[in-house]
């Protein structure tokens, strides 16, 4: 199982974590993502789909906030993701995140799923 962190330059705002579940790579951010974090997010997530991986497990239920910024990163993956085939599972999102994804629609156009659980069984 490959592991990796990717640390914050922004006093740990928001830390990263990526590993291989089978056929998915699950990104797990941890903290706020926003226009100072969200390279911290977008760069694994970019680095999955350069190696392979078309299907991305985001597990969202250590995600504190997320703003447009963060939310742009995610759809922009999501594109590329589908573009080779596969697409991004959202997993556990806390109900301040769930609420932007509401406002804004884009719950619509991503597979979300209650538990990191349901995203890999899927």
Do not use: W
């Amino acid at each position: 199982m490959d592991r990796g962190t990717v640390g914050s330059a922004q006093s740990g705002r928001l830390r990263v974590e990526v590993r291989e579940e089978g056929p998915s790579a699950v990104v797990t951010p941890a903290g706020e993502l926003d226009h100072h974090t969200a390279d911290l997010l977008r760069e694994p997530l970019e680095g999955c789909l350069d190696k392979g991986f078309a299907r991305l497990v985001v597990d969202c239920s250590r995600l504190e906030f997320c703003d447009s910024t963060g939310l742009n990163v995610l759809l922009g993956v999501r594109l590329r993701a589908e573009s080779a085939g596969g697409g991004v599972h959202l997993a556990g999102m806390l109900p301040a995140v769930a609420r932007v994804f509401e406002i804004t629609g884009a719950d619509a156009v991503f597979t979300v799923h209650h538990t990191l659980e349901d995203a890999l069984g899927d």
